[in-house]
């Protein structure tokens, strides 16, 4: 699979060895059809189980009726963006744990993601060997609204 002028194929890559079997449910919310996909894949075949939603809108109905382990976000999309959407799981007083996904390294929005409980952040394009050990990282720490006042 061609991303961002990078050569991937997740079948020629062995994901094996990330294999965990598990009941934890990760929330995609990606406008872009191809990452959303890749990540899907490579989420699914360590063990995961995945929903994805192509706006925030869509994210927010579905965390509202859904537990979620935790979101990966990407932050610019079109009607809202990742920031604005972390925002409103925040004062809805969701704490799951969130990974922003960016193509453009903001400062502002890195430092207003973290203040906000983002764990972590993947720059587009990321290498996918790197996806299920962040995962794996982000699943064992929890956000509370105490640890960010």
Known sequence: MALLGKQTS???????RYHV?????????EDEVGFQLLLTEILTRAGYQVVSAHSGLEALQYVANQKVDLLIIDNRMPGMTGLEFLKLLRAAEDWSPVIVM???????VV???MR?????????????ETVVPLVEH????????????
């Not at 960016?102 to 502002?108: E, G, K, L, M, Q």
């Open 138 to 149: 982000c699943l064992q720490k929890p956000v509370s609204p105490q640890a960010l006042a």
């Open 21 to 29: 079997i598990s009941m934890h449910r990760i929330l995609i919310l």
């Open 10 to 16: 997740v079948r020629s890559k062995p994901l094996h």
């Open 116 to 128: 906000l409980g983002a764990l972590d952040f993947l720059v587009k394009p990321f290498d996918i």
């Open 111 to 113: 430092v207003e993601s």
């Open 102 to 108: 960016t193509a453009y390294a903001d400062v502002p």
